[in-house]
Nanobody, 123 residues
Framework: QVRLGEAGGGVVQPGGSLTLSCAAF????????MGWYRQAPGKKREMVAT???????DYSDSVKGRFTISRDNAKKMVNLQMNSLKPEDTAVYYC?????????????????WGQGTQVIVSS
């Protein structure tokens, strides 16, 4: 029943900006951590940025200073503002949520992934 919906991917030129958004839907008690991961062709999926429900953020060194992650707990959303984009940022970006869901009356710790949204940075 839980689903993560993603939006905001697209094609931009180097130096440009793009904003990704993700929202969680379903019977959710609490989302502990939400974040963005990416996977480029031929590479493993890597963490880009994460944010806890109380505002603690973490960034990969490759995006630090360029990307900003933000949470809206009431809307169960997480956004990723990407500035000064580089060709190396090209990848499929996936939203991730570590949460506690309500499943038939039980509270269950679970982890979910979005379907991914493509970001292409090229001239």
């Amino acid at each position: 029943q839980v689903r993560l919906g993603e939006a905001g991917g697209g094609v931009v030129q180097p130096g440009g900006s793009l904003t990704l958004s993700c929202a969680a839907f379903g019977y959710i008690f609490k989302i502990n951590t939400m974040g963005w991961y990416r996977q480029a062709p031929g590479k493993k999926r890597e963490m880009v940025a994460t944010a806890t429900s109380d505002g603690i953020t973490d960034y990969s060194d490759s995006v630090k200073g360029r990307f900003t992650i933000s949470r809206d707990n009431a809307k169960k959303m997480v956004n990723l503002q990407m500035n000064s984009l580089k060709p190396e940022d090209t990848a499929v970006y996936y939203c991730n949520a570590d949460l506690i869901k309500i499943d038939s009356g039980d509270y269950v710790r679970s982890n979910y992934w979005g379907q991914g949204t493509q970001v292409i940075v090229s001239s």
